[in-house]
């Protein structure tokens, strides 16, 4: 099959654009909006209000293009969903039939259905519609692989063994399929903790991770009753097949293309492929158990520093850099650089020569006047606040009592601490709450608000703690 023939040349060159994010978005919408019409296709103009709609209601920023394409660049949003739908139609995602009737009907093409779909599966919470359905099927995927896999060997009704043994071992690697997708995004968000120095996004990640990763996907794989139960159950099945020549000769069926010795050969590798999967369960888990938290600590570890840095030399480094950095991103760096200058200004004198800065290097003597007498601290006592200069500010069980002492009905909301005219040091409390919060996730639970805090030293979205019963 010559791929090409399906995927053309130009298939991607939507998504190759400086506003690829919106015309994806609009992609995507326009697929959303296509399944949930006929078999038989949309009304394009149908398409085109949505699209219009979706403009409308939604934030996005469009970049003027740098082509000789007049439509290009469009002046309103039913423009710009006309100009997306063409686009779309010459680069093959979609095509139009035209009715007797002279109606446009658009309908998408093979490779772009399975291009939307792969997409979606990147992402199964676009479809806020069917957010429910969509996440119970994301999180029975592993339950839902297992059990037909124990169903299929168990089910003394069909002994078809060839048909059982293909579809077992589909199965099989679906299911392992699946858990090197959960382990691929994991590293995803490992990688993302070294490139990310915003402490609001940092702070957004880990409660989406532990919401759409350790409860939709992870929690059911680690805790799902049903692995540890059928499991044993399968291994043994699977090792009973080996072991019975009369279902081994049968199995051979299942191999058209192979003659009898090398079937029986390709049958005995595949059951041991499906045993081995099944046996490395607990290592696969224990392996994603150590990312996790190697995840979690990163997070916490950088988000303590970035709120703490700017009371140190480093992080003062650290914001000049930054800014530098976004300004020459804008072409704006010799401006930057003349604004900081002062800071990287040191006297120094060229008339002077190297050897006049040199002193020679006394001779040590011991200075016992320096040294303490043990005997003038007798009857000397250290008060509490002598300790209390030196104790760090934010310690584990300072931030947990203020958290306690906040809570209202066993909630702490977020905007009702965090104000304008708060105090820094009360605003970095609060945010070190959020982090003890998430790192005792089984006495407290943190949602992240649409509604955003904006005060002089934060930019963030609300929150609320609530302490488990």
Known sequence: MDYFKIIPDNFFQLLASKNKRVYLSLILEAFKVYENASILGIEKKIVV???????DTNKYKYEVEDNLDEEANPSSHRDLANYVLRRMEETGWIYIDVTHDYEEVLNFSDAGITICEAIINLNPRYYED????????????YQGYIYTIYSLLNNNDNIEYSVIIQEVYRNTKLLLREIRKLDARLK???????????????MENLVSYREDFVEQGYAKLKMGDNINRYRLRIVTKLEEYQNSSLIMDTLTLAYPSLNKEKALLRANRDIDEMIDVFNSLDEYILEIDEKSKTYINSTIAKIKFLVSEDDNIIGKLNRILRYIKDENKEGHVDKAI????????????????QDSLYIPRGAYKRNY??????????????EADFYGQYEAPYQETNVEEFLLNNLVDDKFIGSNFLKNDTPKSYQMLVIYAILF???????YDVTILDSKIETTHLKMRDFIIRKES
């Open 338 to 353: 003349n604004k900081v200058n002062d800071a990287f200004n040191l006297s120094y004198n060229r008339s002077l020569s």
């Open 49 to 55: 209000d949505e699209l219009v709609h979706y403009l």
């Open 437 to 443: 919060a998430l790192e005792n996730d089984k006495m």
């Open 369 to 382: 006047n320096l040294l303490l007498d043990d005997s003038r601290l007798e009857g000397f006592d250290i």
């Open 130 to 141: 069917n957010l429910n359905d969509e996440t119970e099927e994301i999180t029975s995927h």
């Open 188 to 202: 995803e968000y490992i990688a993302g903790v070294f490139n990310e120095t915003d402490v609001k996004e940092l």
